[in-house]
């Protein structure tokens, strides 16, 4: 029959009823309906790198160079405060002796100074260059933004480019809603041996020295970093530690102007601290193709009293899941090498819609947990049906001195993000529950059964479920009867990730007189259910005694029969007696 005699229904098998897809438009198509093709914008096209991507990171030079003087720096320096004021950026402001502007220059600055400057901006076709007249210097320069300034400390616009080399840079000393750095463009910025530091440094005026201060500014509002430009490179670059409140510390955000946006981060140390809940990542990276490599990402706690959680159970409620994380990529490409992530209890990585990331075996995740915790926070997985996330990930990664953890700690939707290597072929990326022993009983009421189950790892997390059996009491080939229970459930008591007890009451499957067992279920990434792993030696499966028959014993029927019995025998002797009494 054709499709004029019948028309085409829900799972029609004849031909005429699906017509070729039209993949001239591949928009909404799956690559098996549609293969990948030039510039093709699915996500699915466009897998993580196996190789580092080429960053073009060159050599910045410049055509002239101007020292700043012992003399420069008197007139320049404010004798109250003791801090050398806008001689930087007059210096780049400065004429040549033919009056024109200098497009290529490189300042070259006295150390152990603490340099306050109005913003400096590097605009179209503008190549500057930041450094001490001695590198690595014990005590090197400090740059910060004036005393009352709300405006960028460095401002690169068009295809300017700056390098600021062997300072440490200061963030504002007031409120503001700009960041320190700001890059837009096809601007290049560059920082290499410098130190971002949230602290103020002030120089004595007997002894010259430069001690530190605590920020006045405790909570930042704005990053340190806003990149909007087209590179953006760190090379052996520390950020120390501050609280940020609602912002990155650094926001890598494309425009539309420059064609790859790119951000390369080496040898680098990024001190974290705990973010307030809900607040911007640490690294908040859009539409960039970013490249870290050689580096750290080290969590430090808040110094402040922390709610202490009396029992596993609240922690497990609060933390189970999460949604933050120190670095998050959004329809960007992160590449990371020989890199470390530890102790950042706000989560470790984010990869949501469209992001691409590879993490290289050389790449360590441990100690990523909030404080008082066993529950770790490493990755986050989560991209959408129309642009999934996808990771490329070992599980030689997620180790401690060489000792890799069974808990993966990956929170991911299998339905939107794609994980390849070879964590994408375990079968649990949250956490690997492990089962010593299992016990099964009949309550002291024999209204049901209570369960006893040792083991490691086993958290709350709503993975966990007990299976229990109907083994059929005679030899057939018919499968025992099962039910599920959820062990948040039916646990009652669960005050450690090593024991559980649970109590399960009669239903249509847990009843007297049923040959029962019980185990212990874990479900896996794609949301099955399978045995939980055993602790060589160890069981997983138990019988359940003192409940399949009655009390003595016997099976229910004759329990019943002897019953009745007894009472029979009580009344026909309470009658004897009363007939006796008569008779007397």
């Known amino acids: 029959e054709d499709e004029l005699e019948c028309p085409c229904i829900v799972n029609d098998t004849r031909t005429e009823c699906h017509p070729p897809i039209d993949c001239t438009n591949v928009t909404g198509k799956t690559e098996l309906e549609c293969p990948c093709i030039v510039n093709d914008t699915r996500t699915e096209c466009h897998p993580p790198p196996t190789e580092e991507p080429d960053i073009e990171d060159e050599e910045i030079q410049a055509d002239e160079q101007i020292d700043i003087t012992s003399e420069q720096i008197k007139d320049k320096k404010n004798q109250t405060t003791n801090v050398v004021e806008n001689a930087i950026k007059d210096a780049f402001n400065a004429k040549d002796l033919d009056g024109n502007d200098q497009d290529s220059l490189s300042i070259n600055v006295p150390t152990n100074e603490v340099y306050e400057e109005e913003t400096i901006t590097v605009s179209e076709n503008k190549t500057y260059i930041l450094q001490p007249k001695e590198q690595y210097s014990e005590n090197p320069p400090v740059l910060r933004p004036a005393e009352q300034s709300t405006k960028s400390l460095v401002k690169v616009e068009g295809n300017g480019t700056i390098e600021i080399k062997g300072f440490i840079v200061e963030y504002f000393q007031t409120k503001t809603t700009l960041p320190v750095l700001k890059t837009e463009g096809d601007a290049v910025l560059r920082l290499t041996n410098v130190t971002l530091s949230s602290d103020k440094r002030v120089k004595d005026l007997e002894s010259q020295e430069i001690t530190v201060q605590p920020s006045i500014q405790t909570e930042k509002t ?284 009669e239903d249509e499957l847990v009843q007297k007189g049923k040959k029962l067992s019980a185990s212990v279920l874990v479900q896996t990434a794609d949301n099955s259910l399978q045995e939980a792993n055993i602790i060589e030696g160890g069981s997983n499966t138990a019988e359940v005694e003192g409940f399949e028959k009655g009390k003595s014993g016997l099976p229910l029927p004759i329990w019943a029969i002897i019953t009745i019995g007894a009472v029979l025998i009580v009344i026909i002797i309470v009658i004897v007696i009363i007939c006796c009494v008569c008779c007397w």
């Open 222 to 505: 704005t990053p340190f970093l806003e990149a909007q430009g087209k590179i953006v490179v760190l090379m052996d670059v520390v950020i120390e530690p501050s609280y940020y409140n609602n912002c990155s510390a650094i926001l890598l955000n494309r425009t539309q102007s420059a064609n790859n946006h790119q951000f390369l981060a080496e040898n680098s140390n990024f001190q974290v601290k705990i973010n307030n809940p809900g607040s911007q990542s640490f690294i908040n990276i859009i539409q960039f193709t970013v490249v870290i490599k050689g580096s750290i990402f080290e969590g430090l706690r808040k110094n402040r009293n922390e709610k202490i959680m009396n029992s596993m159970n609240d922690i497990q409620q609060e933390t189970c899941e999460w949604s933050s994380a120190s670095v998050s990529i959004v329809n960007g490409v992160g590449f990371f090498e020989s890199t470390t992530f530890k102790d950042l209890s706000e989560g470790a990585l984010k990869v949501g819609s469209g992001g691409t990331v590879t993490l290289k075996n050389t790449v360590l995740l441990f100690g990523n947990k909030p404080a008082d915790s066993k529950l770790g926070r490493n990755i986050i997985c989560l991209g959408t049906t129309a642009s999934k996330a996808q990771l490329l990930a070992e599980s030689s990664s997620f180790s401690e001195s060489g000792v890799i953890n069974m808990n993966k700690w990956v929170l991911a939707d299998r339905e939107t993000c794609k994980i390849t290597g070879s964590l994408g072929n375990e079968k649990t990326i949250l956490y690997t529950p492990q089962i010593q022993s299992i016990k099964a009983n009949g309550n002291s009421d024999k209204t049901g059964i209570d369960v006893v189950i040792q083991g490691k790892s086993l958290f709350g997390c709503g993975k966990l479920y007990l299976q229990v059996s109907a083994i059929p009491e005679k030899k057939t080939n018919e499968d025992p009867t099962v039910k599920q229970y959820k062990l948040e459930d039916v646990a009652t008591s669960w005050e450690s990730d090593t024991l559980i007890s649970a109590s399960i009451v």
